[in-house]
């Protein structure tokens, strides 16, 4: 199992994070705006087994997932250095849904999407502002998401960013502390630091999933943790 992390998360959450697997540490420079430029959810996008990138992703990353034998594909667009050109892969995809900005998604990577649902939101950051749970259930620290999803008939938490750091801004948002895989759940974090901590326990244990809390202190936003099979 191999994690794409953001470099800067707490080292803690780095060394209890090897235990379930490899590591590679994520950065960049002069792409993006500091506060996202380590963030993998900006420069990357899941779809079934392929791995999205933007074409501005630093080489050297490119290089050890082809090594690894990762199956990956450029993306159309770099990555810019503000929003909404900084978002252009931060897109939500599950086997069922597609959520995004349609306006800012890149090209090729909504070619990707077969017959998944499109569902359009005005936040271009969806991945950091929504983590997709099973179960058609997703966590999400946007209202406007929020509203959008529970039109569709969708089972959602929705919690406060407040307390979740985020180096450079005043919060971070909760689908940018967490990474799934299977039925675990990985958290830049420890949710006793977060005031809504409770409600997203009982929320993932109504779910069956194993909660791993990375360290013990407050939630931290790095972006995600992608995790690939």
Do not use: W
Request: net charge negative; hydrophobic share 35%.
């Amino acid at each position: 199992m191999l994690f794409i992390i953001d470099k800067n998360i707490p080292a803690e959450a780095k060394s209890n994070l090897t235990h379930f697997g490899e590591l590679l540490e994520f950065s960049s420079e002069g792409i993006t705006y500091p506060q996202i430029s380590n963030h993998p959810d900006i420069f990357f996008s899941k779809v079934d087994n392929t791995l999205y990138y933007s074409p501005n992703t630093p080489e050297e990353y490119i290089q050890l997932l082809i090594s690894k034998g990762i199956k990956i594909s450029k993306g159309s667009k770099p990555v810019g250095l503000k929003y909404p050109h900084s978002a252009l892969y931060n897109a939500v995809i599950t086997e069922r849904f597609f959520i995004h900005n349609q306006k800012i998604t890149d090209t090729n990577l909504m070619q990707s999407i077969g017959t998944r649902k499109i569902i359009n939101v005005k936040q271009g950051y969806c991945r950091c502002s929504l983590l997709p749970l099973k179960n058609i259930s997703f966590i999400t620290s946007d209202e406007g998401i929020n509203k959008k999803l529970l039109t569709e008939d969708l089972n959602i938490l929705k919690v406060n960013p407040d307390g979740i750091i985020l180096p450079g801004e005043e919060y971070g948002l909760f689908g940018g502390t967490s990474g799934i895989s299977g039925d675990r759940i990985f958290i830049v974090g420890n949710l006793n630091y977060f005031p809504e901590g409770n409600k997203v326990r009982d929320f993932l244990n109504n779910l069956n999933y194993e909660i791993i809390e990375l360290y013990n202190g407050p939630l931290f936003d790095g972006g995600s943790i992608l995790i690939l099979e």
